[in-house]
Structures are given as C-alpha cells and as structure tokens.
Nanobody
C-alpha cells in the first residue's frame, strides 16, 4: 500500500530551524517528483518546494527561497525539507506529495497526512 508519512513538525521560535521528513512506503521516491506544500488556517494551500525525479532539480516558492532546502535520501526512501530562518508566517500544516508527471502538475497524485509547524515566541 502506497503511503507518505511526514514528521519533524513542532513549535519553534522565530529565526529557528526545523527539518521535515517525508518517508515513503509502497513506492520508491527516487522515481517520483516530490513536493512540499503548506496550508495555514483560512488560507489556500501553497506549493513550497519540489524535487524532480530524474535530475533532482529543485524548485522553491519566492516566500521560502534562500531559507528552505529540499533534499532526497534514496537509501532511506525519504525526502527532507530543511527550514531555516523561520518566520511566524511559515506557520502551517506541511504536506508532502508525490507524482510521476512533473513538479508542476495541477494536483499531485499521492499525499501524506501533514505535520504542523508553528513559529512563535
């Protein structure tokens, strides 16, 4: 059964760091485009970052560029989102998602359950 599980969320002070993990079962992440998305209360879901399947090219939204880094560990079948210089506006539920087509599909095919990130002093 195909499953994505996020972990690593929590409460962090502004300026702090967190690393989110997206671990897969039932699929090999190396063959998929993996995206990180977030949704804050009352706001639409936002694409944050994506890593491509074959070239490992990476993409970031303007709101996180220079602060977040996406990476892949094939041996652990896990994709990470390293988040630095966190701001209160980064507070959201973060989701990872997988698709075989592209980082720019309208909606990714498989989704995790999400992990809460709260940035507050």
């Amino acid at each position: 059964q195909l499953q994505l599980v996020e972990s690593g969320g929590g409460l962090v002070q502004p300026g702090g760091s967190l690393t989110l993990s997206c671990e897969a079962s039932g699929l090999t992440l190396d063959y998929y485009f993996i995206g990180w998305f977030r949704q804050a209360p009352g706001k639409e879901r936002e694409g944050v970052s994506c890593i491509s399947s074959s070239t490992d090219s990476t993409y970031y939204s303007d709101s996180v560029k220079g602060r977040f880094t996406i990476s892949r560990d094939g041996a652990k079948n896990t994709v990470y989102l390293h988040m630095n210089s966190l701001k209160p506006e980064d507070t959201a539920v973060y989701y990872c998602a997988a698709d075989r087509s592209s980082c720019f599909v309208r909606d990714f095919r498989w989704w995790g359950q999400g992990t809460q990130v709260t940035v507050s002093s």
